[in-house]
C-alpha cells in the first residue's frame, strides 16, 4: 500500500513527467481513500497556475 | 526536416530587421519582468538584479539574429542571465555559498510532515483551498506569494522557477545545471511542499 509520503511524490513527479500505469492506479487507490492527499492534488495544479500566472504579471505598484 | 523560419525569407536575409521573437514588445516586456523576477531572487538585491537583467538583456540583443523562436531566444537570454548572476555572486564574496547541487541532502523539513509510516501528521494535514483563483485577483495574495517564494532555499527557488516560471522542461533543465533528473525531481517535490505550507499557512488559512 502507498503511503503519503510516496503519493505525494508522486504527485509532484506527475507535473515532470507521465505516470505508469501501476503508478498511475496506486496513486488513484490511495487518493480514493485520503482526503488530504487529494487535497495536496489539486493543490499541485493550483500551484502551477500560480507560478505561471506569477511569472507573467506586470509589477502593479510604484517602486518606492 | 524543414525550417519554418527560413521558408518566409523571399528577400535573402535583411540585416536590418529585427529577429521575429524581439520585434514584439510584449514578449520583450514579459521576458524582462520574468528576468527581473529571477534576478532578484537570486541576488536579493534589486540594483544588482536590475544590472544583470540589463546585460544580460544588451548581450542577448547583439546575437539575436540567430534566434527566430522566442522559446529558444528566452532559453538562451536565460543562461546569459544565470552567468551574470553568478558573477554578480563572486564579485560579492558569495562564491562558495552560491548553490550547487551538493545542497541536496539539506532540506529535512518533508520528513517532518509525515510519520513514520508515511502518513500526514496531523498538524501538516493539507486544509481544502477558499477559491485559489479569486485570490490571483487580490495584489496582498502576489505579496505573499512573493514572500513564500523568497523563503524557498536559493536551489529549491531556482530550480522551481527555471521549471514553473520559464516553463523550461526537465531536460532543459538538468542540461543547464548538471544535475540529474532524479535530483531535479527531489528537489521540485521539497520546493512545491514548502511553498504549499507557505501559502496555506499565511493566506489560504487566514480566517478560517
Known sequence: MMNCKQATRLLSDGQERPLTVAERSSLKFHTLMCTSCRRFQGQMGTLRQLAQSYAKSQPDEPEN | ?208
Open chain 2, 1 to 208: 526536416m524543414s525550417n519554418p523560419s527560413s521558408a518566409f525569407d523571399p528577400l535573402g536575409s535583411v540585416p536590418e530587421q529585427p529577429p521575429a521573437a524581439l520585434a514584439c514588445p510584449v514578449f520583450l516586456a514579459d521576458l524582462r519582468e520574468q528576468m527581473l523576477k529571477f534576478a532578484v531572487l537570486q541576488l536579493a538585491d534589486r540594483s544588482q538584479a536590475e544590472d544583470a537583467v540589463q546585460e544580460a538583456l544588451e548581450g542577448a540583443l547583439k546575437n539575436s539574429a540567430a534566434f527566430q523562436r522566442q522559446a529558444a531566444l528566452k532559453t538562451w537570454v536565460f543562461a546569459i542571465l544565470k552567468h551574470k548572476i553568478t558573477d554578480a555572486l563572486r564579485r560579492r564574496h558569495k562564491a562558495d555559498q552560491a548553490v550547487t547541487a551538493v545542497q541536496l541532502d539539506d532540506d529535512e523539513a518533508d520528513d517532518s510532515r509525515f510519520d513514520h509510516k508515511g502518513r500526514w501528521q496531523r498538524g501538516a494535514r493539507p486544509a481544502r483551498w477558499q477559491q485559489p483563483e479569486q485570490s490571483m485577483e487580490d495584489a496582498h495574495f502576489w505579496r505573499t506569494f512573493d514572500a513564500c517564494l523568497n523563503c524557498l532555499p536559493a536551489l529549491q527557488a531556482r530550480l522551481f522557477m527555471m521549471r514553473e516560471f520559464l516553463e523550461l522542461s526537465s531536460d532543459e533543465i538538468c542540461a543547464q545545471e548538471a544535475i540529474t533528473v532524479s535530483n531535479l525531481h527531489v528537489v521540485l517535490y521539497r520546493a512545491r511542499l514548502r511553498l504549499r505550507d507557505c501559502l496555506e499557512n499565511n493566506w489560504f488559512s487566514e480566517g478560517t
